[in-house]
Every structure is written in structure tokens, then in C-alpha cells.
Nanobody, 116 residues
Framework: QVQLVESGGGLVQAGGSLRLSCVASRSIFSINVMGWYRQAPGKQREAVATITSSGNTNLVDSVKGRFTISRDNAKNTVYLQMNSLKPEDTAVYYC??????????WGQGTQVTVSS
């Protein structure tokens, strides 16, 4: 297990940008997949973006071209750069770390609110 702390959420107008950060309590070098998930009120949690230990990324269709996920192994940090934000991006965003042997770890979440 690894402890994850998210930051960077907030209130932004539509079309604006935010960068979320997720700092891990230990090295993320060996973590197989790290990702960002979100959960809007009344909806299920969905995967937004993931990045593997080798740097391969995957984004949900609704954010392609607007969001970018990256990782800095030296800083034990994963980022989610969110541009051209839309009201439908409003949700609590969670950081996730997945390893084959230890399973999943989750952060406490950070609120992102996009006003129209």
C-alpha cells in the first residue's frame, strides 16, 4: 500500500485550466499503473487517465485533447493537466496507484468545480 495526497483542485470558469498533483508516500518507480479517476454527484466513479510505469498513457474519450497525465518518478508525483475545462468535468478527482501484488491505493480526493 502507498499513501496518496492530491492537491490542485478548485473552482474555475469554463475554458480554464487546473493542474492536479498526486504525491505518493514512497517511490512510484515500481507502481505498475497510476491514474486519475473522478466521481460526479449521483454518478459512478470513472477512470479519467492512466499512466503505466513505462509511460504509456490512456485517457477517456471525453477528455482527449484537453487533459494530459504525466509522472515524475524523482518526485513521486503524478500530474493531471486539465485544459479547456467544461462544467461536465465537475467532480471529485481521485488519485489511484495499482500494483500487481499490493492492489489499489486511493487518495482522499480533490474537488474540481467548473462554472459555466
Amino acid at each position: 500500500q502507498v499513501q496518496l495526497v492530491e492537491s490542485g483542485g478548485g473552482l474555475v470558469q469554463a475554458g480554464g485550466s487546473l493542474r492536479l498533483s498526486c504525491v505518493a508516500s514512497r517511490s512510484i518507480f515500481s507502481i505498475n499503473v497510476m491514474g486519475w479517476y473522478r466521481q460526479a454527484p449521483g454518478k459512478q466513479r470513472e477512470a479519467v487517465a492512466t499512466i503505466t510505469s513505462s509511460g504509456n498513457t490512456n485517457l477517456v474519450d471525453s477528455v482527449k485533447g484537453r487533459f494530459t497525465i504525466s509522472r515524475d518518478n524523482a518526485k513521486n508525483t503524478v500530474y493531471l493537466q486539465m485544459n479547456s475545462l467544461k462544467p461536465e468535468d465537475t467532480a471529485v478527482y481521485y488519485c489511484n496507484a495499482h500494483t500487481v501484488f499490493s492492489g489499489d491505493s486511493w487518495g482522499q480526493g480533490t474537488q474540481v468545480t467548473v462554472s459555466s
